[in-house]
């Protein structure tokens, strides 16, 4: 990127024009492509159907391969008929799904816990070796982010997000029939690493909204991840008092089925180059046979060879090793998160006290959902206030990403004061309890704050491939905590022993290090764009968007974008805007019709 100003993100043209008009438009598109004199620089992507040989992996019936000539299809010409310009309740209502798979996936990942006493009794274990069963799913829970959310972006989301799903509920049942603890471990390991996890649902909001009107759906989704946390818990606590541990992972399937009907009957598709591939597919049998999708250019075995299936599984941790937005905003979201579960961890502690019973010991998890909510509410205003800040500052670099932060810069402070708060209002009667719950809510918003303000940045910043470049933030997040989950109950019980303030000691180190956490979010938000100067990735992708006049681009050749795509983007991007430059000022203007850059 040439200078560190970033282009503005521009209202999103309404195209109303009729399908009839549309055609006529894209036919006059067709004829000044064929004589636009590109052929030599489509002919090297040409080249591969030479001989009959195009195999897309797309059913294209009586379809011929594409000549020379061919066109492929860009948003610009189909904009209306992608996920952007979907209705509100449409949108709405498939994230509404989306917040119930969310919340389903993150139950599965809590619920166990409940179950360690029965595991520990039935198989002559230790619970702290029944506590491997939670570790196991976290850490590969964190694996499977990273594998399942760029394929997501190659075949779609909605065929990623049922296969995650049906093998997930499949894993649940050897576990609950379980003859050994070796089972329940190799079990709960498939399924960890056979959810998709938040990259993916938060990957959909790339394909629905534009950068500029995405958080309100951010801020919807994140709650859903962070709230699934915590109902397990609750509901955990009834499951342990009254029913056998297995019931544990039955409830966890029976909730994952119903997850995965709702969503196998009521989502579409969402992806923006697989619905573009419909929408070129469609139009050709319309009677436009040189309109091509964007992966279908390219042949099969070149889309899905072995160089291509490791750039497509590598590219969420390249991501994470090579980005700095990625890698830092991801290891400050892990952290947070990883203190918070390790706070988490010391209830069952804390409670017994006051003489809590299982159901309350459940209950008490309770504030730290009243902590998101309040979180989430206080959200809505902030974002209301940062997009009134981009609308005036539309050249301003830092009002177009780093505002994303600047609710974080007043909430992330939360962490600290709530982890010190909570160490020393856990003393014991006569101190009552509800101090405690109070600072847990108080922990709640800051752990909300963090992975929302971190979650939308990231959004924005890699658009096209955020669901990649989030998947290292999930990756961290999970795979601290399924690795402090074994430690964590030693850490509260002897951290400190010998002086009787064991939980008071170990609540007050992970509060001193929530501290410098915190100081990292300033940091951050003062260094933001140095941060980005230094990302390949998102300079690249601020140039792509200023060429589409500030909308949200569906794919990068080259870099991190699969280089299947790289062969055939030069000479088709000139192509298509020497066919575009052809059509004249005769066309701009019209209802319908952008004006090209």
């Known amino acids: 990127m040439a200078t560190n ?14 399908a009839t008009e549309e ?12 004589h636009a004199g590109d052929k030599a620089e489509t002919e090297g992507a040409s080249s591969d159907y030479a001989n009959g040989e195009a195999n897309d992996g797309v059913d294209h019936g009586k379809d011929t391969p594409p000549d020379e000539g061919a066109y492929e299809i860009s948003e610009e010409d189909c904009y209306d008929e992608l996920g952007y310009s979907w209705p509100e309740w449409k949108k709405w209502y498939v994230l509404t799904i989306i917040f119930i798979v969310q919340v389903s996936m993150n139950f599965n990942t809590s619920l166990y816990s409940n179950g360690i006493g029965g595991i520990s009794k039935q198989f002559n274990v230790s619970e702290q070796a029944a506590r491997v ?13 990273e594998l399942w959310a760029p394929w997501s972006e190659e075949f779609g989301r909605w065929p990623i997000l049922q296969l995650s799903l049906f093998l997930v509920n499949i894993w649940q ?6 003859p050994n603890f070796g089972t329940i471990l190799a079990f709960r390991a498939l399924g960890g690493l056979s959810s998709a996890g938040g990259s993916v649902t938060l990957g959909m909001i790339a394909d629905l909204w534009e950068p500029d009107k995405q958080q309100y759906a951010v801020a919807f989704v994140v709650f859903s991840s962070v709230g699934g946390s915590i109902l397990g818990p609750v509901v955990g606590g009834f499951v342990e008092e009254f029913l056998a541990w297995q019931w544990t992972i039955w409830i966890q399937l029976i909730f994952g089925g119903f997850v995965q009907a709702l969503h196998f009957f009521t ?74 579960f390790m706070f988490i961890q010391s209830f069952s502690i804390v409670y017994k006290q006051w003489n809590f019973t299982t159901i309350d010991i459940g209950l008490s998890f309770i504030p730290i959902g009243v902590g998101y909510f309040i979180a989430w509410g206080l959200f809505i205003p902030a974002i209301r206030r940062n997009i009134k800040e981009r609308q005036a500052k539309p050249n301003d670099e830092r009002a177009q990403y780093e505002s994303r932060l600047w609710w974080l810069l007043y909430t992330a402070p939360c962490l600290p004061i709530g982890l010190f708060g909570f160490a020393w209002t856990i003393l014991g009667p006569p101190v009552h309890w509800i101090g405690s719950m109070i600072f847990a809510a108080i922990i709640g918003i800051a752990n909300y704050s963090i992975y929302m303000a971190t979650i939308d940045y990231m959004i924005c910043a890699y658009g096209p491939y955020s669901a990649s470049a989030t998947g290292g933030n999930g990756w961290s997040r999970d795979f601290l905590a399924g690795v402090l989950t074994v430690p964590a109950t030693p850490f509260f019980t002897n951290i400190g022993k010998s002086s009787g303030l064991n939980l008071e000691y170990a609540s ?5 290090i929530s501290t410098i956490l915190v100081i990292a979010v300033y940091l951050i938000y003062y260094y933001g764009p140095k941060l980005r100067e230094r990302s390949p990735f998102a300079q690249q992708l601020a140039n792509a968007r200023n060429e589409q006049q ?39 203007g019209q209802k319908g019709y952008p004006t090209p850059p």
């Not at 055609?23 to 492509?33: C, I, L, N, T, Y």
């Not at 050749?557 to 004249?584: K, M």
């Open 173 to 178: 049942i050897p576990v609950a029939l379980a």
């Open 267 to 340: 989502v579409p598709e969402t992806r923006t180059t697989i619905l573009m591939n419909r929408i070129a597919k469609k139009r050709r049998k319309e009677g436009n046979p040189n309109i091509w999708g964007p992966d279908e250019l390219v042949p099969f075995k070149d889309r899905f060879s072995v160089k291509e299936v490791l750039i497509t599984w590598i590219r969420p941790f390249r991501m994470f090793l090579t980005e700095p937005i990625v890698l830092v905003l991801s290891l400050l979201s892990g952290f947070s998160d990883a203190l918070v």
């Open 550 to 588: 500030g909308r949200r681009v569906s794919t990068i050749a080259g870099l991190y974008g699969s280089s299947r795509r790289a062969s055939y983007a030069s000479g088709t991007a000139a192509h298509r805007n020497a066919s575009v430059a052809r059509q004249g000022s005769a066309q701009r």
């Open 5 to 18: 100003e970033k282009a503005p993100e521009f209202e999103t043209p309404k195209y109303d024009t009729p």
């Open 23 to 34: 055609h006529e438009r894209v036919e006059d598109v067709e004829k000044s492509s064929s």
């Open 508 to 512: 007050t180190i992970l509060a001193c």
């Open 133 to 145: 069963g939670a570790a196991i799913f976290l850490i590969t829970y964190a694996f499977g982010c």
